[in-house]
């Protein structure tokens, strides 16, 4: 019998507590429906980039930051 | 005979250089609380600045905000100086500048480290241990900090190159508080690039800062919130201009006593007793 791998992940994503079976960052990122390109992530403080999202792996209790760009002074 | 009046001079239209960059204009606009995207597009172009600063900030599921703002700067044809504002310490202000150089393709960074919640006023504590991490890291950095020409020192041994010290504090626009410490620190580094950054309310306050030999200034609520943006855009880039040339042409000196302008010798009635 095969083992489950996508178990519901407890995660806070830009302050907001909430569950996903992404595995890696660059899934969370493709499950909210960003675009890759279009947004920059941290995990727990931590920049991850772009090209490292793939293999990242999610822990529980992770706080993701995605940002994207605004008007600024 | 007819006089003709010479052409106005172009120099003080013309930049400075920044971290190797020769900027276009002395003026460097904020992207903020315009009354529409399309306003602020025209009064970027109507300041004629070369550099606009903007900021990143949380991206809601599904939502494409980020990509329409980029786009829409894209457009304009000018450099991005990506900010770190709302950032409390030194390591929220490195993660979110690493953030914004992969996201803006550029390694300038106008570095915020806010201390205070009532003033804004930079700790510089957390600025200085940013500004050398991210020098460290390959980052142009444009610190925001204040007129403390210690700061200052330590700002440019971490490897800035610019500073940026506040007029007042964000978004008074009470004009250059302490005008006494921002000339010190123009006469303590002569050869730096110096931009008031924050505070200005009016032309009338960039062009002070012109006048003292301030390289730039960097602002954005006096345009934005002005009844009409655009024209106040090109008030803006008039003062900035007067006061440079203003600068290059040589103020006269303060005097305590009046000094007549007109001669003196052959003054009517000069040597009858009253």
New interface residues.
């Given amino acids: 019998m095969q083992e489950s791998v996508t178990a519901a992940l407890g995660i806070t994503v ?2 907001e507590a909430t569950s996903t079976t992404a595995a890696t960052l660059a899934e969370l990122v493709e499950s ?4 890759a390109r ?5 995990v727990n ?3 991850v ?2 090209a490292a999202r793939g293999t990242h792996r999610l822990a529980p209790g992770d706080a993701v ?9 | 005979m007819t006089i003709i009046p010479p052409a106005p001079s172009a120099a003080a239209r013309t930049g400075f250089t920044v971290y190797g960059v020769e900027l276009p204009s002395r003026l460097l606009l904020g992207t903020s609380r315009y009354p529409s995207p399309h306003i602020m597009q025209q009064a970027v172009a109507a300041s004629g600045a070369g550099v606009v600063t903007v900021s990143l900030r949380r991206e809601n599921a599904r939502s494409g905000a980020g990509q329409r703002f980029l786009d829409l700067i894209k457009e304009m044809g000018v450099a991005v100086l990506p900010n770190t504002a709302g950032c409390r310490t030194a390591k929220e202000a490195i993660t979110t500048a690493q953030m914004a150089r992969e996201i803006f393709d550029t390694s300038w960074i106008k570095l915020e480290v806010i201390g205070n919640d009532d003033t804004l006023q930079p700790d510089l504590f957390g600025l200085v241990e940013a500004a050398g991490a991210l020098s460290r890291d390959g980052f142009s950095v444009f610190p925001y900090t204040t007129e403390d020409l210690v700061a200052a020192e330590r700002l440019m041994a971490a490897g800035c190159q610019v500073l940026m010290p506040w007029g007042a504090p964000i978004g008074t626009g009470r004009g250059l508080a302490n005008p006494y410490a921002l000339r010190s620190m123009r006469k303590y580094f002569p050869g730096t690039p110096l931009i008031v950054d924050a505070g200005i309310g009016a032309p009338s306050h960039a062009a002070q800062a012109m006048e003292m030999g301030y390289d730039g200034v960097l602002l954005n609520t006096a345009v934005a919130n002005a009844a009409d943006p655009v024209r106040m855009a090109r008030a803006f880039a008039d003062a900035i201009h007067a006061g440079r040339e203003a600068y290059e042409a040589g103020l006269m000196d303060v005097r305590d006593m009046a000094v007549p302008s007109t001669p003196v010798a052959g003054t009517p009635f000069f040597d009858i007793g009253s």
């Fill in positions: 830009n302050g909210l429906g960003h675009e279009s947004v920059a992530t941290a403080g931590a920049f980039a772009r930051e995605i940002v994207a760009p605004r008007q600024g002074g």
